[in-house]
């Protein structure tokens, strides 16, 4: 295993799902350059099955019960990345929106993603973003910010009643 490569799952709490839902935002980060999932597997096929690719992407369908199981990812250098999901009956409810930071510095001209989360990744909805000075920073539908001119602006990040606000520094 090459020893500054550590793959991990994008999320590191238990995934609630609601029955029959499809799951396309769970995935295996940190591998390195020649690493690659070599298998997807998962402890309850009834629960949750898998079908996932080398990349560390995957579709993860749950159950028509209500049970659980853990997905398992091994990696080409001998590493096994778990996902634990909860099949319920209801929906799954918004609780909150995870952004990696809140504090973010630009050059004029250079754009970054803000790679927002809705939490838990299988709630209800979808993300949209604003920018409080759109002179300063603008920001896509999918969430990339571009520096436009020197200042600071704040990007909100909303679904339904959540919100979370990122400062932009521009310089």
């Known amino acids: ?18 029955r029959g839902q499809k799951i396309r935002s769970l995935q295996v980060l940190g591998m390195g350059v020649n690493d690659y999932v070599v298998s997807w597997t998962s402890t309850d ?16 369908t749950a159950g028509r019960k209500r049970k659980k199981a853990v997905i398992n990812a ?26 990696p930071t809140k ?9 970054c993603s803000l790679q927002a989360q809705l939490y838990p990744v ?28 020197a200042g600071r602006a704040s990007i909100t990040v909303r679904c339904g009643k959540k919100k979370i606000k990122i400062k932009i520094q521009v310089r």
């Open 45 to 60: 096929p009834d629960a949750a099955s898998v079908q996932g690719s080398a990349d560390g992407t995957c579709i993860v």
């Open 103 to 111: 504090k973010i510095d630009l050059s004029v001209g250079q754009t």
């Open 74 to 99: 091994v990696t080409a250098s001998g590493s096994t990345v778990s996902f634990r999901i909860h099949v319920r009956k209801k929906k799954v409810s918004l609780k909150g929106i995870k952004v």
């Open 122 to 149: 299988t709630a209800d909805g979808h993300l949209k973003y604003t920018s409080s000075k759109k002179s300063v920073a603008t920001v896509s539908s999918d969430g990339t910010v571009t520096a436009r001119k």
């Open 1 to 18: 295993m090459n020893a500054d490569t550590h793959p991990y799952a994008n999320v590191d709490y238990v995934v609630p799902a609601k």
